[in-house]
């Protein structure tokens, strides 16, 4: 079995595992403002998919030390973070003020890496030059939630930008030696495993530096759970999920990390599918299954 998973590689970089403190940069999202649309991508929760990050109405530093005493309480012996700005569209606000809460977390002396989710239509030229600025200091991931190549998908999840766009924002981070992480969503309805497949060629064509696969969950209080309802589709059987992950690992090239394999929703307001409420279960026999049946990432390369 061969996958390039990004803890071992930040292992092998910093000699110990890195944590995540998914951060809060207080920002909102065009997609959820009027700019582009106001109902927000058809599955993003109200904490605008960043539901476990930190208290936006306390600054940086403050959450960073929050964040930390969250993790060390589980894990005591862990010394360096990575500052995720983790919640709505993290470049879409003045770049003084990006630059400060950016600069604030990048300067944390536990922090050896700054990870920011934002939108490819939300990068203008000033926010790149920060970011490679940035970039200098300690190393920036940018990370962009593409989810699919397929049209139709992309304008039922509402994602309000087309596919050259995000395509232009990656050539733009890879000329500035900005790492790109692509997140990509299995189980949208009406996609077939072709075109999930299809998404993830998109992916390793580009040879972004990462990837997250992300379970299509359906949360309440989305516009996803009203259509489930209304419409109800198939969801992914845990055995189906994994078969499928299975043969996205096997088609992504050796080079990109992976990230994630699937994702956790809130499990309060978790709908469907049910059996991803059980990260450890899930993590666990997707494991054992890419094990036993000896899948190599890389396999088509
Ligand atoms: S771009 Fe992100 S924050 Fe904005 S609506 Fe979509 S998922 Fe939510």
Redesign the pocket.
Known sequence: MYLNMINDELKRIYGEKVYRIALNGGMT????DGKIDTR??I??SAG??GDFAEDYRCDITTQIESGKLRIQSKAPKCKKFIAYFQ???NTYASTDYLRKIFTEAIQHPDVVILSI?T?PDCLPPEVLDLLEELNQIKPVWVEL?MQTVKEDSAQFIR??YCLDVYDQAVQALKERDIKVITHIILGLPGETKEDMYASIRHVASQHVYGVKLQLLHILEHTDLADYYRAHPFPVFTLEDYIETVAHCVELLPRDITIHRLTGDGPKKILIEPKWSGNKRMVLNTMHKYLREHEVEQGKWE
């Open positions: 999202c065009p997609n959820r927000g991508c599955f993003c605008g998919s919640a709505y569209t989710a939108r939630g994602r309000g």
